[in-house]
């Protein structure tokens, strides 16, 4: 059976020495996958950014996110590898302070000091992680996530798949009224969240096998 790497949770972005951004993902969904997959005699792996969860990896940023994820696939390339973090599409470009009409960049590292006017935080596109899974050498199957709106969450994780060629795709909407699983044999709705754990969880065993 292949090994399986399940990453939850959400990468933080420094904005200054004391303060982030960060996405409001906890990485339960990570959790729940792999209380369904362990008793399975399943080799399985969390990587998480939430630091109350024992027997699993952490990371904070996404240089360490990026970081273990490929020190895994190092070990294990046709493990199956299952992307349910909310991992940032945007990265930090600029730091900036306004203070008596004045803008000045804030130093990488430093602290924000109070008394500002404003402070502007400028983002750039960040290239996706799941795009760069093959380059890195990971062979085995890959199990994506997409969460939006209902009227295109399932087209969007449609479209993720034929992109990445991942062999799973988990569709989530904002609203919780749907849930499906996508893959090559098509659309699977799933009536409540539970369901979707479930299949999705008999899905990732089929990919281990």
């Not at 990896?57 to 294990?76: K, N, P």
């Not at 990265?91 to 000045?104: K, L, W, Y």
């Not at 404003?118 to 960040?126: D, N, Q």
């Amino acid at each position: 059976m292949r090994p399986i790497l399940i990453v939850g949770g959400a990468p933080r972005l420094a904005v200054d020495a004391i303060r982030y951004l960060s996405v409001r993902a906890t990485g339960t969904t990570a959790r729940a996958l792999a209380a369904r997959l362990r008793p399975r005699n399943l080799r399985v792996d969390l990587l998480l950014s939430d630091p109350g969860v024992d027997a699993a990896m952490r990371f904070d940023d996404r240089e360490g996110l990026e970081a273990a994820v490929r020190a895994w696939i190092d070990q294990h390339p046709d493990g199956v590898l299952v992307l349910s973090a909310a991992i940032n599409d945007y990265r930090i470009s600029q730091v900036e302070v306004v203070r008596a009409g004045v803008t000045t960049a804030v130093v990488p590292g430093t602290k924000i000091s109070s008394g500002a006017d404003e402070f502007v935080i400028r983002l750039i596109p960040a290239e996706k992680l799941i795009d760069r899974l093959r380059s890195w050498g990971l062979v085995g199957p890959i199990v994506g996530f997409k969460f939006e709106d209902a009227a295109t969450v399932v087209e969007s994780a449609r479209s993720l798949m034929q992109r990445t060629g991942a062999a799973l795709v988990g569709a989530n909407s904002l609203c919780g009224s749907v849930h499906a699983l996508v893959s090559a044999a098509g659309v699977e709705p799933c009536h409540d969240r539970n369901r979707f754990l479930d299949r999705l969880a008999d899905g990732i065993v089929e990919l281990a096998k």
